[in-house]
């Protein structure tokens, strides 16, 4: 079936270091992969996408790589910033279906500490 | 702003009720996700309208039933609650029906059952 699994749960840094954030989804047909970033309490805000015909997606602070044929996705935050501390959620949908319902991983906490 | 509304913002009921979550998507998006979010299943996709027409059936329980109205607006019913529905309500919109295509998400309906 359809799955998204997301490591870590829980990812805590320095002020000014490096995140990253490592996801791994089940469904090869899948090809539009999501980052969204949500604060406490409130909506879910995309940050980033990549879709399955580039490597690499970067803006700012913000990157993510996609490796199709180990099936795995990561988000790496440089420089972070203690406005970085938030849940961001990965996800996985397929673009030739005729549906774009997501398949969100489980989350990772963030914390980044001034 | 991701110009994506939902009301209520709250809404306190008690089990056994029945309840309307009512979302306006963004301008010209065709497209209507709804997502469950409870503290230990994340975000799961319960149900997916474009156009007015069902288009995708996640996870949604049989108590529960959503609809797209011709002004594009939805509404997910909510119905012999169980305090196991208490979660934050999200829908999001796209302006086609497949992947590869920005979900916006609205603000969430807290739903509390006690």
């Known amino acids: 079936g359809e799955n998204v699994e997301q490591h870590p749960s829980t990812l805590s840094v320095q002020e000014g270091d490096s995140a990253v954030i490592k996801c791994t989804y089940s469904?090869?047909?899948?090809?539009?992969f999501p980052w969204y970033k949500q604060e406490l309490g409130k909506r879910p805000q995309l940050i980033i996408d990549?879709?399955?015909?580039?490597g690499e997606k970067k803006d700012q602070r913000i990157a993510v790589t996609l490796n199709k044929t180990a099936k795995h996705f990561s988000l790496h935050i440089t420089e972070t910033q203690p406005e970085d501390s938030a849940v961001y959620f990965c996800?996985?949908?397929?673009?030739?279906?005729?549906?774009?319902?997501?398949?969100f991983g489980q989350g990772t906490t963030l914390q980044v500490k001034p | 702003d991701s110009g994506v509304t939902q009301t209520p913002k709250h809404l306190i009921t008690a089990t056994g009720q029945r309840v309307t979550l009512r979302c306006s998507p963004r301008?010209?998006?065709?497209?209507v996700y709804w997502y469950q979010q409870s503290l230990d299943q994340g975000l799961q996709f319960l149900i997916q309208?474009?156009?007015?027409?069902?288009?995708a059936k996640g996870n949604i329980l049989e108590r529960f039933s959503a609809q797209q109205f011709p002004d594009l607006h939805s509404e997910l019913n909510l119905s012999s609650l169980e305090l196991g529905d208490s979660a934050l309500y999200f829908c999001?919109?796209?302006?086609?029906?497949?992947?590869?295509?920005?979900?916006?998400f609205g603000p969430g309906t807290r739903l509390t059952v006690l």
């Open positions: 996800a996985a949908a397929r673009g030739s279906s005729n549906t774009g319902k997501l398949i």
């Open positions: 999001a919109s796209s302006a086609r029906d497949r992947g590869l295509n920005e979900q916006f």
């Open positions: 309208y474009y156009n007015g027409e069902e288009r």
């Open positions: 990549i879709r399955s015909n580039v």
């Open positions: 469904d090869s047909a899948s090809n539009y």
């Open positions: 301008s010209g998006d065709l497209s």
